[in-house]
């Protein structure tokens, strides 16, 4: 919403400053997010008297001036047919930045004559399309009596400020002028001026007849009519171009300017039309057929749909009721009759028809809001008033078809409300003295309660708390005490809990092993989404922000596969993802898992001559999976290893860790086919690690502390094993049955070698180990050592069946 300073006074009587207007709007709601000041960007032009203005030796279009801007002559070549001697033109110094054009001007040499500066358009100074001239007194007649080198922006009306303010969808009343006015009078910046009512009395009966459709009652509930004969449409007087201009509007016709004005003025909005075009001498308030077309004043046709509210003749429609009106009953500069129109349309109506429609209209923006119900008479009258000063002619009486709809209502309120909802003592008078003046009736009431008479203009009013905000916001939101928080203890809890922290830690692991982190859409294509085993109905979207994001992701590494795919293609395919985030298995409130999940693409590294490139494989993904289970806490040392990992990733190059049932991670290289299927060059390997599987560690003792780090000043010993097992024996197998050997000294047990061969007979493998013994009480003894590797060799036997290899 903007408006000028000027306009404001027009219904405020206030000496407040320009800055004491806008801290004041800003405290009361209405937040202010800019005040321009056009004499700013003007305040290099000046008054100019063109000394002598001679042909251009070198172009017969052109005119050399010498020019008096009250700091000495200056030479200008001038290209306008209106550049004469004796005139009064504004002038731009060379360095001067022109608004309209968005140039900065310079000293330049025209055809071989120097000119230093510029004598201007209205165009040109941004104030109008007018370029077929520049500016003299016939265009701008303050000039003649202007001094030589004055400013010129008083001239043109641009040294008044101009308010930007931010209007609340709750705040229809402010969408104009006289609002905002009112609420800076009961802020205590001025006193509200008054407005004419005193109605214009009709000279004939209204020619033109008015009607609603039965079954549009409620979408437009009042329509006010009144004919006009005898006007003469020309452009708008000085006054009224200067206002529009200075928010930002196009100035038209005075017809036009006018509708404008009280749309801006008083959050009322008019329309006018032709008389003369009004087929069959009626209009009719009804509902849109569809495929109806109108054919609009932004020079646009559209069409319409059943549900939409148009005015409309015995030819069609003729506009689109609070939105905008159509082009063939529009007014022109040979319009001499004209019907003024003042409606109310329903709010949720309008915004519907005007969102489908692609519209965006000052009415619309009004009439979505919710205008004055009250006032669309008033502004009949008020407009016509003006038509008639500006335009001359004879007013019909009005006609009126439908009726004000009841908008009448009270809220009991109670001013101690005020202490106990907004935390500031308010006096009583001084509560009741800030309704009445924002426009409230306040009357007694039952026992400590008032009867407060909502106006018409406050729709957003519903209940107390509405009267006690409206108390607040005039008395001051900064007289509200800053009150502390009591507090529960002397030591503040932590706001991070337990999964905030693994989060962290895991993110931490996954930097600093060279990953990336991404962030990306907790959706999918359905297509995308059924390759990673969704197949929950629940989980597609009613209505998603596009096509191909319409089900929630049942993982993560569809979504870092495409990154990487997108990578590859501006030129960077050695790449390492990771994200943390949610991944979906059904709609159930159990159905969300806490993913940690990782990508690595690509050669692994930049060229070198002294290795070649080395995919990224199983290996690399099992390592990073690993570094994240360590990281979230898990029970590392008791993972098995399965080969039981889902289809998107590739057989026989992929496993998973479980945890007895439960499945902690997935990882392994991705399947070709579901990387072709994405569009994506392989090979690619990933890791899935459901952090929220993971068991929490058991709490600690009260008191007790848990060591950071245990060391042993004692020398370990490596102590190898070759076991000869079934083929179908995992190696992990092995793994595990020598751990199990003896937990208090093996500290580390890693495969080091797996061999195949006839010598060991079919369908079997040798499997070596390199076994860490890690003592902590003393040095171990030969016997010791002896020992522990005798209970290895015969627990592997056990639980696997293996033969030390001889």
């Known amino acids: 919403m903007k408006f000028t300073a000027s306009w ?36 290099p032009f000046r008054v100019a008297r063109v000394i002598e203005a001679t042909p251009h030796p070198n172009a017969d279009r052109l005119r050399v001036c010498r020019v008096d801007a009250g700091d000495g002559e200056v030479q200008v070549v001038c290209g306008a047919p209106n550049a004469r001697t004796g005139m009064k033109g504004v002038f731009a110094p060379a360095g001067s930045h022109i608004p309209g054009t968005g140039i900065d001007l310079k000293a330049s040499a025209i055809r071989g004559v120097d000119s230093n500066g510029m004598l201007v358009s209205e165009r040109e100074l941004g104030l109008s ?17 202007a001094p030589i080198g004055a400013p010129v922006a008083p001239l043109l009306g641009q040294d008044d400020a101009v308010f930007d303010v931010a209007i609340t969808p709750d705040r229809p009343d402010c969408t104009g002028v006289r609002g905002i006015a009112r609420d800076l009078a009961a802020a205590g910046l001025g006193r509200l001026k008054p407005l004419p009512e005193t109605p214009v009395a009709g000279d004939f009966d209204c020619p033109i007849g008015l009607a609603i459709a039965e079954d549009t009652r409620d979408a437009c509930p009042l329509f006010v009519g009144r004919l006009i004969r005898g006007v003469q449409n020309g452009p708008s007087p000085d006054w009224l171009q200067r206002r529009l201009t200075a928010v930002g509007l ?22 006018v039309f032709d008389a003369a075009r009004i087929g069959g001498g009626a209009l009719t308030v009804r509902m849109a057929r569809n495929g109806e077309t109108l054919a609009a004043l932004n020079d646009r046709s559209y069409t319409l749909a059943e549900g939409m509210t148009v005015i409309a003749d015995a030819d069609g429609a003729q506009s689109l009721g609070g ?47 919710g205008v004055d119900p009250d006032a669309v008479l008033a502004g009949a009258e ?57 426009g409230f009736t306040v009357e007694a009431g039952d026992g400590d309660r008032l009867s407060v008479a909502v106006p018409s203009w406050r729709p957003d009013i519903a209940g107390e708390a509405d009267l006690v905000e409206e108390v607040l916001r005039v008395e001051g939101y ?126 692994g590294g930049p060229r070198h001559w002294d290795r070649a490139p080395r995919p990224a494989d199983a290996f690399d993904a099992k390592a990073d999976a690993l570094a994240v289970l360590t990281a979230a806490g898990a029970p590392v040392a008791n993972l098995q290893v399965t080969q039981d990992a889902p289809d998107w990733f590739h057989p026989g190059r992929s496993a998973v ?150």
């Open 129 to 145: 399309d007018e370029h077929d001239g520049i500016i003299d007194e016939a265009s701008l007649p303050a000039l003649a009596e």
């Open 250 to 271: 196009r100035p038209i016709s005075v017809l036009v300017d006018i509708t404008n004005l009280f749309t801006l003025d008083r959050a009322r909005p008019l329309h």
């Open 478 to 603: 900064d007289a509200i005490p800053a009150t502390p928080l009591e507090r529960m203890g002397t030591v503040s809890r932590p706001a991070v809990g337990p999964t905030q922290r693994t989060e962290r830690r895991v993110r931490r692991t996954l930097a600093a092993r060279g990953l990336d982190e991404a962030v990306t859409w907790s959706f999918l294509a359905a297509e995308t989404a059924a390759r990673f085993g969704q197949a929950e109905p629940g989980l597609t979207l009613v209505n998603p922000i596009a096509s191909d994001l319409g089900v929630m992701r049942p993982a993560i590494l569809p979504n870092l596969i495409d990154a990487a795919r997108r990578n590859a293609a501006r030129g960077l395919a050695d790449v390492g993802l990771f994200e943390v985030g949610p991944a979906y298995r059904h709609a159930g409130a159990d159905g969300q898992d806490t993913v940690a999940a990782g990508l690595r693409a690509g050669p």
């Open 382 to 438: 008020a407009a016509t008033r003006l038509i008639l000063d500006l335009c001359g002619g004879s007013a019909s009486r009005p006609v009126i078809a439908g009726a004000v709809p009841d908008w009448q209502r009270s809220v009991a309120w109670r001013p101690a409300r005020t202490a106990t909802l907004g935390g500031v003592d308010v006096p009583r008078d001084r509560q009741v003295a800030i309704l009445q003046a924002l």
């Open 323 to 369: 939105i905008i009106g159509g082009e063939p009953t529009s007014v022109d500069e040979t319009t001499t009759d004209v019907f003024l129109e003042a409606a109310l349309f329903d709010p949720a109506r309008t915004a519907a028809t005007g969102r489908r429609l692609g519209i965006l209209s000052d009415a619309r923006y009004r009439f979505e809001r």
């Open 8 to 43: 404001l006074r027009e219904h405020l009587d206030t000496q407040a400053a320009v800055p004491a207007i806008a801290e004041a709007l800003t405290a009361l709601g209405l937040e202010v997010e800019d005040v321009a000041d056009p004499a700013a960007a003007l305040a």
């Open 657 to 806: 860790f479980r945890l007895g049932a439960t499945v902690l991670a997935r990882f392994g290289e991705l399947h070709p086919a579901v990387l072709s299927a994405l569009d994506a060059a392989g090979p690619m390997a990933g890791f899935e690690v459901f952090l929220n599987r993971v068991p929490q560690p058991k709490a600690a003792k009260a008191g007790a502390r848990r060591p950071v780090l245990t060391l042993s000043p004692f020398q370990p010993v490596d102590r190898d094993f070759a076991f000869v097992v079934d083929e179908a024996v995992s190696a992990d197998a092995v793994v595990r049955a020598a751990r199990a050997a003896d937990k208090r000294l093996i500290a580390d047990v890693a495969v080091f070698d797996v061999f195949l061969g006839a010598a060991l007979g079919e369908g079997r493998k040798s499997v070596a180990l390199a076994v860490t013994l890690q003592p902590v009480d003393a040095t171990l003894t030969e016997a010791e050592i002896d020992a522990v590797a005798q209970r290895i060799v015969a627990n592997v036997a056990k639980q696997t069946g293996g033969t030390l290899r001889g």
